[in-house]
């Protein structure tokens, strides 16, 4: 998945009427504002009510289900190999959300303040903040991405990270 396939991926999404936020290793590269490492995948938060815009959007580019996790996610790819890995969110009044977990009753929380912006290629696109970044990076062992991206953010931000 190359910055160029993000923005187009985005650009699709836009067209439909949809709203997404970046997360994952591509959310990182926008926070610090430019491409780390490569990237195997496109995590995108979308809202739930939005999801048919979504799929069929997606689905007039090429793009099919490969994985069906809902209501927690759900992911597809195109012949090119492009991944999806796609986050339902339940937006409340505040501005926050919500997305389900694979354990009943503990959803997983979206402050309001998490949805921010970074660039990708140059360009404003909007992603997850830095805390919730690393706050999804938690209670699991770390992979090489994950310890990669978390010394990007520390780099960029300052802050602290738990590996």
């Known amino acids: 998945m190359t910055?160029?396939?993000?923005?187009e991926i985005l650009d699709v999404l836009r067209g439909a009427g949809a709203e997404?936020?970046?997360?994952?290793?591509?959310?990182?590269?926008?926070?610090?504002?430019?491409?780390t490492r490569e990237?195997?995948?496109?995590?995108l938060m979308h809202r739930l009510e939005q999801e048919p815009l979504v799929v069929a959007a997606l689905a007039e580019t090429g793009?099919?289900?490969t994985l069906d996790w809902r209501p927690v996610r759900f992911v597809?790819?195109?012949?090119?190999?492009?991944?999806?890995?796609?986050?339902?969110?339940?937006?409340?009044?505040?501005?926050?959300?919500?997305?389900e977990s694979l354990e009943p009753g503990k959803p997983f929380a979206?402050?309001?303040d998490c949805f921010v912006t970074g660039s990708v290629e140059g360009r404003t696109v909007p992603c997850l903040s830095a805390g919730q970044q690393v706050f999804?990076?938690?209670?699991?062992?770390?992979?090489?991405?994950?310890?990669?991206?978390?010394a990007r953010l520390r780099e960029a931000f300052g802050i602290r990270t738990h590996f």
Request: aromatic letters at 10%; glycine letters at 16%; proline letters at 4%.
């Open 3 to 7: 910055g160029d396939d993000v923005l």
């Open 20 to 35: 997404v936020w970046i997360g994952g290793g591509w959310g990182i590269d926008a926070l610090v504002g430019r491409q």
């Open 39 to 43: 990237h195997q995948d496109l995590d």
């Open 63 to 65: 793009f099919a289900e």
């Open 76 to 99: 597809v790819a195109d012949a090119a190999g492009r991944r999806i890995d796609l986050h339902p969110l339940v937006f409340g009044s505040g501005g926050g959300a919500l997305q």
């Open 110 to 112: 979206y402050p309001a």
């Open 136 to 150: 999804f990076h938690q209670g699991y062992e770390p992979r090489a991405r994950d310890l990669h991206d978390m």
